[in-house]
């Protein structure tokens, strides 16, 4: 069971290029969500899925897109990317939107725009 | 607006000592609380959860939180911090009425010297 899997684990990109962040789960779980994490300010959620076909906005959704074909994979486009997208990204999943339900994670996307 | 506060970025104990983080939040509903690990060039990692089954909820590795309503609090402690505790740690609230979204705090980078 791999649960939440994210490719590349590391990636330099110039500014202007455009790349794909891949995610996938294999826990049948109908939310998925992409944050980054940048120093002192936690994480912050960047677009969200309850499932197939379904996607939001979260807080600082500016610069990416994503789309939700399967229920398994969420992948988080880059358009042009920009210095201030550099980050450390994770997918996370978790099994419906009851409150209580725990998110599971990634190992994270290191992206650096130079 | 549900809000999270993480009090000190960094926190230094001795093996053996108590651990004690802070997380204070700010929510107008009964909040659904977590506390998270990150080890080093890691994802995230559920501690515990607070799901208002009980006030004092025990987790992974020895550590436990107690809800504190009247506080707005939901601080993390370990009565005897190992070396291998050394990682960040993120508190978070569930976003109401959203499940599987999650506002988190800052973070905490916990060291513990020999």
């Known amino acids: 069971n791999a649960g939440v899997t994210q490719t590349p684990k590391f990636q330099v990109l110039k500014t202007g290029q455009s790349m794909t962040l891949q995610c996938a789960q294999d826990m049948n779980h109908e939310y998925m969500s992409w944050y980054r994490q940048d120093p002192g300010m936690g994480l912050r959620l960047i677009h969200y899925?309850?499932?197939?076909?379904?996607?939001d906005q979260g807080e600082v959704p500016n610069g990416y897109n994503v789309s939700r074909s399967t229920t398994e994979d969420f992948p988080l486009r880059l358009l042009s990317a920009a210095p201030s997208q550099t980050s450390v990204y994770f997918c996370?999943?978790?099994?419906?939107?009851?409150?209580?339900?725990?998110?599971?994670f990634g190992q994270g996307t290191r992206l650096t725009v130079v | 607006a549900q809000s999270v506060t993480q009090l000190g970025s960094h926190v230094s104990v001795s093996e053996g000592a108590l651990v004690l983080l802070r997380c204070n939040y700010s929510s107008s509903v009964p909040p659904y609380l977590f506390w998270y690990v990150q080890y080093p060039n890691q994802g995230l990692q559920l501690l515990l959860k607070y799901t208002s089954a009980a006030t004092l909820v025990k987790g992974i590795n020895g550590f436990e939180a107690e809800f504190k309503k009247s506080e707005t609090s939901f601080h993390l402690t370990k009565p005897s911090a190992h070396m291998s505790d050394a990682a960040e740690y993120f508190c978070a609230v569930s976003i109401y009425n959203q499940g599987g979204k999650l506002i988190f705090g800052q973070g905490t980078e916990l060291s513990v010297k020999p």
């Open positions: 899925s309850v499932g197939a076909g379904i996607t």
């Open positions: 996370a999943s978790s099994y419906g939107g009851r409150m209580n339900t725990e998110a599971f």
